[in-house]
DNA sequence: TGTAGATAGTTCACGCGTAATGTATCTGGC
DNA sequence: GCCAGATACATTACGCGTGAACTATCTACA
């Protein structure tokens, strides 16, 4: 039996160089393989994992929204914003608004259809979530929250 | 206080649909962070993230590979090897050499200047894993690589 | 041999993340 | 009122991940 499943996984000559490498590659790993899952089901209603993304936190907030919020939600630089919102535009998932009293200001809706496909996704998504963490038993699945929460802290001031 | 970290972070106003998403977003959201982080400090070499991967699996393995092997520790695909492979060479962080016994093969090679840069880079890339992690006790650190090891399970099968 | 299929790598087109820079608009102090 | 700096967004250039289609080479089997 393998001592280590990471580093069988990867085919690692050696061990890890320390608890703290195998857990970084760990997260990296799985994130990874999880990212891969959901862009393919995304990719089956022709949105990217940005896109839904994107599509998602227009709903939560259930009112338009200004691209700089979107971004700020999303760990996301502002550039990409652009483009991103671009192609939603154009694929009529999103209106663009520009706010009357702060001109720079332009604000995000959601169309019907996008509210619609949304509602459509609704289920496989779920289902995704159960098939890749349903596994775990309750207890596991809040000390993995848990733990990364935790280890989010050292990350706390965002430097510029 | 906040009831529940991440969805403070995220803004969110509703509560997480479940705690398998509130898992899967925590693991996406503590891999982009720590992406960041990492990406910073690789750009100081003038290296990427990816780029940093490659030269790391080939000092791991002590001796030219094919571009597939290189792949496949990476979860990447094969294209996106080429074009990596090839910013790497122009930097002369590596060398290109056919097989000769089988003529589709091409090996990669680190070159001298590759190992005395990734040699240089231990220390501060060991500094940051501690930095991200090291606030996690030994018995937590294990604990995070156990659940997302198991976490993986579910995605055993790559599907074509 | 000789031809079909597998395999290694490449090329191309597209979307997205990042940094650097530019443009329009707002706000503050004077 | 006027100008400096902040702010919101856009534009450009580059690297990389993905899928689809292509080339060269090897292997198997008739």
Redesign the interface.
């Known amino acids: 039996m393998s001592k280590n499943?990471?580093q069988n996984e990867?085919?690692?000559?050696?061990p890890f160089?320390?608890?703290?490498?195998?857990?970084?590659l760990?997260?990296?790993?799985?994130?990874?393989?999880?990212?891969?899952?959901f862009g393919r089901l995304f990719r089956e209603f022709d949105l990217t994992p940005s896109q839904y993304n994107v599509l998602r936190i227009l709903r939560?907030?259930?009112k338009p929204m200004p691209c700089q919020e979107i971004g700020?939600?999303m760990?996301q630089v502002v550039p990409a914003m652009t483009g991103l919102l671009d192609r939603l535009e154009t694929q009529g998932h999103i209106r663009r608004e520009r706010c009357t009293e702060d001109r720079r200001v332009v604000y995000i809706e959601l169309t019907d259809s996008a509210k619609e496909l949304l509602q459509r996704m609704d289920a496989p998504v779920?289902e995704l979530?159960?098939?890749?963490?349903?596994?775990?038993s309750?207890t596991?699945?809040?000390?993995?929250?848990r733990?990364?929460?935790?280890?989010?802290?050292?990350?706390q001031g965002k430097p510029p």
């Open positions: 499943r990471l990867l085919k690692k000559k050696r160089d320390s608890p703290q490498q195998e857990a970084l760990n997260i990296l790993r799985t994130n990874d393989q999880f990212q891969n899952r939560g907030e259930g700020e939600r760990i779920n979530h159960q098939q890749l963490l349903g596994h775990l309750p596991e699945t809040k000390q993995l929250s733990l990364l929460e935790k280890a989010r802290l050292s990350v």
